[in-house]
């Protein structure tokens, strides 16, 4: 892998949604060298730019997320035990009995009022429990509208696999940093590499962005759900398989040209691929779509088992395909 501890430090910062600054700031120190421009919208969106040399260049957006999903407190009860509400879809099942760790390092366990098989998906009837004893004594430590996010350290597993949380989607910007340390300067178009805010909550960061540097070709970089392993959805996507090449979601039909020069781009240059076609869930790709007048759009995606958990696990060298799909098409003369 091109550089894992990078990857280890994506995945341990903090950055519920809405509240990224921290992975950005982390983020800006990275790539500070690489960027021919850099900047940082009113929403938080970092923009970098990568110019081409093509008379007739493109611009190409590639959009990664920043945030993660988590967890609001909305009210603390009498006995300190903090109620909250989704920040991102939680599945209530996989955050019970979770740890998850507040901005400011204060740290507690999703427990659930009743049986966590009669909670269904609803956060409602999750809380944390961060060892307070009153609600004087919880506001010691939190207060209200305060976030937390998962927590737990990055695994390396068996055959190149890790496992770590917020790998949706620290995977994506650290398929871009790596992409865009790798590109030097001679690709035929224009390059936006965007980190973005708010995937989590609707898309809302990457529409921003989009509406700003209105692009010829919007990518989504992100993960998709495996199928290939005993779980509650059914599909083709599988680990190790190679890097997903979206053809179809519920918020997007991809841009047929798109995704016939990624397929070209892989054979090209030997990048193993799998078409990934799932039937919940979506990426800035559906954002990109829409902006302006209408935007081509496409999607690279890391298969990834037990997503929106503090337990994802992705392997490596599908990972490292993304990266480099990212580099081939980012240089194809394209011709729609």
Not at 103 to 117: K, T
Request: net charge negative.
């Amino acid at each position: 892998m091109r550089d894992e501890k990078l990857l280890e430090k994506l995945t341990q910062l903090w950055g519920v949604a809405g509240y990224e600054k921290e992975v950005r700031l982390a983020i800006e120190e990275e790539v500070a060298d690489y960027a021919d421009e850099r900047m940082t919208d009113a929403m938080g969106n970092l923009i970098v730019l990568k110019r081409g040399t093509g008379a007739d260049r493109k611009k190409i957006m590639f959009a990664a997320h920043m945030d993660e999903i988590g967890f609001m407190v909305k009210t603390i009860e009498a006995d300190g035990r903090l109620r909250v509400c989704n920040m991102g879809w939680n599945w209530a099942g996989s955050a019970y009995n979770s740890r998850v760790r507040f901005r400011n390092g204060v740290s507690g366990v999703v427990g659930c009022m009743g049986p966590i098989e009669e909670a269904g998906n609803n956060p409602g009837k999750l809380y944390i429990d961060i060892g307070a004893t009153s609600r004087e004594d919880a506001l010691k430590y939190v207060k209200l509208g305060d976030c937390c996010g998962y927590y737990g350290p990055y695994l390396p597993l068996a055959n190149d696999r890790v496992c770590a949380k917020t790998l949706d989607n620290r995977i994506g910007c650290y398929q871009l940093i790596e992409a865009l340390k790798e590109n030097d300067g001679s690709y035929p178009n224009d390059i936006y590499y965007v980190f973005g805010v708010q995937e989590e909550l609707g898309c809302r960061g990457s529409k921003a962005a989009a509406e700003r540097i209105q692009p010829d070709i919007g990518i989504a970089v992100d993960i998709t759900p495996a199928h290939d392993y005993p779980c509650d959805l059914e599909g083709s996507n599988a680990v190790d398989c190679g890097i997903g090449i979206k053809i179809c979601d519920p918020s997007v039909v991809c841009d047929e040209d798109v995704v016939a020069a990624m397929e070209a781009c892989c054979r090209a240059k030997g990048i193993k691929y799998q078409r990934e076609v799932i039937d919940k869930g979506g990426t800035d790709a559906s954002s990109m779509n829409l902006s302006n007048m209408g935007v081509k759009t496409g999607g690279i995606v890391v298969t990834t088992r037990y997503p929106h958990s503090q337990s994802a696990v992705a392997s490596k060298a599908d990972i490292e395909a993304g990266v480099d799909l990212i580099k081939a098409f980012s240089a194809a003369k394209l011709d729609f």
